[in-house]
């Protein structure tokens, strides 16, 4: 993964093996989120789940352009060459 620094924001620039695993379930990970109180946690996995399914249909040969503002907050996601789902 390549950070690369605008004034806006960041764009994280992740290569294809590294897009599709970001894209994968991880149901390890998925029950930390079992110790935040509803209705933060049903929108906690909302937004992980529509940003896996974006990521995995976005990306490209060369791999996936995330766009984040200072934020944190991720207003764009494109893919690097010619789409290539996972």
Not at 22 to 36: C, D, Q
Request: overall charge negative; aromatic content about 16%.
């Amino acid at each position: 993964m390549e950070l690369e620094f605008r004034w806006w924001g960041i764009i994280a620039h992740l290569n294809h093996e590294a897009g599709c695993w970001a894209s994968e379930s991880r149901p390890e990970l998925e029950k930390l989120f079992e110790s935040i109180p509803e209705p933060w946690r049903t929108i906690v996995k909302g937004a992980i789940a529509i940003h896996k399914w974006i990521f995995g249909q976005r990306m490209g040969t060369d791999g996936l352009d995330m766009h984040f503002n200072w934020f944190g907050f991720c207003h764009w996601v494109g893919p690097r060459g010619d789409l290539q789902p996972c």
